[in-house]
């Protein structure tokens, strides 16, 4: 990473008065979470169709909590690391300041960042399958020992694990938020994420339409690096941090 690179972003961050950041699963990868798609990322080891769908889900409830679970595990014992906390930082260092991340691991939050739009949900959350309800777990501690296995709601129905699978729609409302977001942006960061999974994957070029700088943050080349403006290649508990430095 090249000192005039940086020096790009960071001049671009100090005239900007609007920021939005897009972060993917690279950004807790340092954290221990694995990744999706990368060198021991959890879709080398395991099929999304029998674990992500709502298809898997209504074949076999309990296997898909079994893997929920196991995550939860992974996820409650892994701590924020410098990158979330310079994002969280920068919700109060600019005026406006948008975060949308496809992580459902709740440790943005963790770190500090109050407002965040979670487009594929919050791994700590489990909504019914009937009534909607959302049944909240508190982020990152051990799951509580659920009666039953798959759990369900007091009314009887299956609880679900409240993120989006695949060729499940996204709430609405969040992806109007952030498109809005994007839209009004000067600078978007986009960090740790492949972009391969839409809508998610065309943030960027909504971003960069409507006149955004667009800084990837990526330790390896991806689907956006040749549209991106500025890019930073490197690990986001390592480039964040050095950026914050650099304003
Ligand atoms: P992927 O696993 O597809 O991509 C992770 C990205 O992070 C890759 O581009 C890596 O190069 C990069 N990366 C790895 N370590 C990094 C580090 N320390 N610092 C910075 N970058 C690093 O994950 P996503 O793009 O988040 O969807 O995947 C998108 C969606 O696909 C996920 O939200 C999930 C998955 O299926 C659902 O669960 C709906």
């Known amino acids: 990473m090249h000192d005039a690179t940086i020096e790009r972003a960071a001049g671009a961050l100090r005239e900007a008065d609007r920021i939005a950041a897009l972060t993917g699963a690279g950004m807790s990868a340092e954290s221990g979470i694995p990744t999706f798609r990368g060198a021991g990322g959890l ?9 992500a769908t709502p298809e898997a889900f209504a074949r076999d409830p309990s296997v898909v909590w079994d893997w929920y679970r196991w995550r939860r ?7 924020p690391n410098d990158g979330h906390r310079v994002l969280a930082r920068f919700e109060t260092r600019f005026p406006e300041f948008t975060l949308v991340t496809q992580n459902v691991d709740g440790l943005h939050r963790r770190a500090g960042s109050a407002a965040i739009i979670e487009l594929h949900g919050n791994i700590w959350r489990a909504r019914c399958t009937v009534e909607r309800r959302r049944v909240v777990d508190q982020a990152g501690d051990p799951p509580a020992p659920e009666a039953s296995d798959p759990p369900r709601c007091a009314c009887g129905a299956l609880l679900r694990p409240d993120v989006v699978w695949f060729g499940e729609m996204l709430d609405p409302v969040d992806v109007a938020r952030a498109t809005a977001a994007l839209r009004r942006c000067a600078v978007l960061l986009v960090v740790g994420t492949s972009a391969l999974v839409f809508p998610a994957a065309g943030f960027p070029l909504i971003a960069a339409e409507a006149g955004a700088l667009v800084v990837e943050i990526n330790t390896e080349e991806t689907a956006l690096t040749a549209r991106a403006d500025v890019v930073l290649r490197g690990p986001a508990a390592g480039v964040l941090p050095a950026l914050e430095r650099a304003l």
């Open 73 to 79: 595990r992974l996820i409650a014992q892994a701590e």
């Open 43 to 51: 879709w080398r080891q395991f099929r999304p169709e029998e674990l």
